[in-house]
């Protein structure tokens, strides 16, 4: 049996091969394909059609080692505005851990469960002590999931931009 086999199976490997050679440019007799001329080359390598267009340049934030300075779009006085002191007190909400959201959405905000409408509110990096005033959106999940904050945001309240960070919300009073 395994005389038979064994053929078959050395038969059937090979069997491809002289499509093979053929293809590229060898014939039986040779270990290495012949040349090819330039013509030939020139023809497989150009494009039929309009040139592709040039790609579109880069964003900021699309740009590799971005400083987080460079991806925040907030003007001085919005950032002088938002750690200025409430003028009363507002309902606590009560405290989050906190990562870095999109640094494409711009202003200051705080995406989290802990409210079910957009409000004014307040964050507060407890390790810090520093507070914004940040636009409160809502998130899915429980209350007791975590929240995404704005890169400007977190840069007002000292909070990392790498890992995570516990803060205490509330209402703008």
């Known amino acids: 049996m395994t005389r038979i086999i064994l053929p078959l ?39 039929s059609g309009p040139a592709p267009a040039a790609p579109p340049a880069a964003s900021p934030i699309a740009t590799a080692g971005s400083s987080a300075e460079a991806l925040d779009t907030t003007t001085a006085a919005e950032r002088e505005a938002a750690t200025r002191a409430p003028a009363s007190a507002g309902a606590a909400l009560g405290s989050t851990v906190v990562s870095l959201g999109s640094a494409t959405e711009p202003g200051l905000w705080l995406k989290t469960p802990l409210v079910d409408a957009e409000q004014p509110g307040r964050v507060t990096n407890p390790a810090t002590g520093k507070s914004a005033a940040v636009t409160l959106i809502p998130l899915e999940g429980p209350a007791t999931a975590g929240s995404r904050m704005s890169l400007p945001a977190s840069r007002l309240i000292g909070a990392s931009l790498a890992d995570l960070t516990t803060v205490e919300v509330s209402t703008e009073g």
């Open 9 to 47: 199976f050395i038969a059937a490997a090979t069997a491809g091969c002289s499509n093979l050679t053929e293809r590229l440019g060898m014939d039986a007799s040779q270990s290495e394909p012949a040349p090819v001329s330039v013509e030939a080359t020139a023809e497989v390598a150009t494009p």
